[in-house]
């Protein structure tokens, strides 16, 4: 099924911004630095490749390399920007929802970063993680990221807010947010809430979650030994409780099989 998040994803101009990108968020460097001995000798998939940002840091230390994304814009820069790499470093377009492509128990390291899987169908999380849990080895790892529903009621509560233009830019923002949701009165009756935030002028149907509930879907999953992250820092998010309450926009999760 196509979704309008993927639609959006197949602009060739989107595609090529997302080709310049290489820098890793704080908490990829994290689990960067915590993966770096398994990944010696290790096969790995990066799902929601894009443009490769990721690739340039993970690909050199695995010994297999694939990049899927459902976009086959985001697939045709990732080949072009990286067409002198080695055979071992392969691009396909391919659905998370759906990785028959691949048989069990594939790879040793599965990565979802940036936040790919809040750009399906909430009803379609558990496919994707199904998926992923399948191909992976027994005591294999998987890292991804998700927005974080907190944050979303964050940036809509009032708040004294002392700088002026930092108060215009918040009143604008929460402005455009319901005028491009007219039901997110209504967020805390879910644990979950899919919103227009702004990203890509509104044009991107993002997913957000309770903390909580990621945990949930990942044990519920087959995950296990789950560690989550915070952005700004990459710094370890110690308790259950700091993760329940923690407002960042997203946060980054590592477990094993």
Aim: hydrophobic fraction near 35%.
């Amino acid at each position: 099924m196509i979704t309008d998040n993927q639609n959006i994803y197949e602009s060739h101009e989107l595609a090529r911004q997302y080709s310049l990108e290489g820098r890793l968020q704080p908490p990829e460097l994290t689990i960067l630095e915590a993966m770096k001995r398994r990944l010696n000798g290790a096969r790995m998939l990066d799902i929601g490749v894009g443009g490769g940002r990721t690739t340039i840091h993970f690909a050199p230390l695995v010994d297999s390399y694939i990049g899927i994304d459902y976009s086959e814009q985001m697939i045709s820069v990732c080949r072009e920007r990286f067409a002198e790499i080695p055979n071992r470093l392969a691009f396909q377009v391919a659905d998370v929802r759906s990785l028959s492509m691949f048989s069990d128990e594939s790879f040793d390291f599965v990565l979802f970063s940036y936040n790919g899987i809040d750009y399906i169908p909430h009803e379609h999380r558990a496919d994707a993680l199904n998926e992923i849990r399948r191909i992976l080895k027994f005591g294999g790892h998987f890292a991804l990221s998700t927005h974080n529903l907190n944050s979303l009621e964050d940036r809509l509560r009032p708040k004294l807010v002392l700088k002026p233009r930092a108060l215009a830019s918040r009143l604008l923002w929460a402005y455009r947010f319901l005028r491009h949701n007219p039901s997110s009165y209504s967020l805390r009756k879910n644990y979950y809430a899919a919103a227009y935030d702004g990203a890509l002028a509104y044009g991107l149907r993002t997913h957000y979650i309770e903390p909580q509930r990621v945990l949930d879907e990942l044990v519920q999953t087959g995950f296990r030994d789950i560690r989550a992250f915070q952005l700004t820092t990459g710094k370890p998010i110690p308790t259950t409780e700091e993760l329940r309450v923690n407002t960042d926009d997203w946060i980054y999760y590592l477990c094993t099989t």
